[in-house]
């Protein structure tokens, strides 16, 4: 187990990746202990946004102890983050969550599916799955790529966009299916991350195929430690912390095997 | 210097416990606080059988604060006893168990089991607003919450704190009703009922569509009504509502708050519970204060 702090952190490169997509490169020797899937908490500066903002993580280099996350400008305070330059410092609550498990891919064909801004997470799950049977589908908006050179260098990856100006037209499941359809894909194990839609047709799909499928939820959160019980999702079964079927997506999670949630 | 501070026979090494519901039983907040150097851990509720909460989202950011609309999800008395208890008796610290019910019955069942354990004090819950049924159906009106800590009263074998509510026209009022029915101390404030509305997507932001407001924005009010309650009963206070560091707390104790609590803030900075006893024992030798004791209800004139 490795120990949650919250640190002052100093931001070691930022750059803007896409329409409202940033990428910022944080350095704390955490992140010799984090892993693919698991999140951080970042802080605001205006004290009038007191809670921290949950941001998956989307590269881990323990060596140069850094972490890259990548996130989308959705209110006032990752308004704030996207300001922050190389130099600047921010408070750092983590490393929070579970994060995927990547002994589950170990000699399988894995299927990796990420949607939006649920793309980063499975950049670093692609990464430290390098070498082994990997197929990745991202699903975009439009042609604004953001990290799909990223995931070339590590595996193979197909796009699919919401306007079709890049690869399958529709979404991750229509690209699946298509591969499919041609032979190409026929993977043993699902690693997802995207917005609750995509999910829930993930789900569906793992259970008509009978694989399974790790998928990385979002909810609101205040503490981010498992304390104050506000990120819960259904469970399938009675969780043992709660008692009652809701799990703790800051501390449970966020990956959940699809089947032992209910979304 | 003395820190220690007493609540109904209950001494405390020092007068900063946790703000129920925002701490859980204190396993989450190992990793940034020492247990042992609080004054007390006052727990997440608990019920007599476990409580499923309400749908989400359950939490939202405000202007200085946030709301929630847990639902006192809580795993039940049973694992709570197996579990909670054990853990916070390996710690040097008081144990403060908050307790909730829908009926009367359902609170006594959890006191009568908490009577022979390791429990210090109990905290009773008639002050959450995001349950339907019971809590703060027993807060908001002098007779229901008399008739509630009159029965708990009669079955408790440790002191009872009645944890009051802001949500009504006068807190004095529940102040001296709770008093009079034999509470040995109340604790003040709960949340303040609140809600958000998404103007995007022109809806509620929280599943309950009310939440409790809680952090630094609601503190001059929960000041204010500790102040007014101090002046009003002679039981302890414990004062929360808001408090996030030193100033804040003494603040309180000033006011007439006898000891304090820390809810919200531990979310911004998980070590204000051992930031805020560090800073009032600097305030107390800055103001050269041999005893803690000195500085409650100081301010009344």
Redesign the interface.
Known sequence: MT????TNVTITKTKQLATGVYEMILQTPQAKEAGAGQFVAL?TKD??????RPISICGIDPEQETLRLVYRVAGAGTGEFSTYREGDTVAM?GILGNGYPLDQARGKQALILGGGIGIPPILGLAQALKGENVTAILGYRDRELFLKDDFDQVCQTYVATEDGSVGTKGNVLDAVRMLEEKGELNPDIIFSCGPLPMLKAIKKYAEERGIPAYLSLE???????????????KTTHKDE??????ARVC?EGPVFLASDVMI | MNTAVTIAGVTLKNPVMTAS????SGM??Q??VDLNALGAVVT?GVANV????NP??????V????L?A?GL?N??ID?FMQRDIPFLESKDTQIIVNVCGHTIEEYVEVVERLNDSPVAMMEINVSCPNVKVGAIAFGQNTKALTEITKEIKAHAKKPIIMKLSPNVTDITEMAKAAEAAGADAISLINTLTGMKIDIQRKKFVLANRTGGMS??AIKPIAVRMVYQCAQAVKIPIIGMGGISNAEDAIEFMLAGASAVAIG?A??????ATVETIRGIEAYMKQQHIDDINELIGAVHE
């Not at chain 2, 476990?50 to 909460?53: A, M, Q, S, V």
Request: proline share 8%; aromatic share 12%.
């Open positions: 120990q949650k702090r919250k802080y004290r009038s946004r007191l809670l921290p609550l909810e609101r959160m205040a503490c981010g430690v498992g304390a104050c019980l506000g990120c819960v999702c912390h709660s008692q009652v079927n809701n501390t | 519901g925002t701490f859980g989450e907040y990793d940034f997440k476990p409580w499923e909460g989400t989202p359950r939490v939202t950011e202007y200085g604060g946030m929630n847990i999800q795993p039940g694992l952090g630094p919200a531990n979310f911004i900075n998980p070590y």
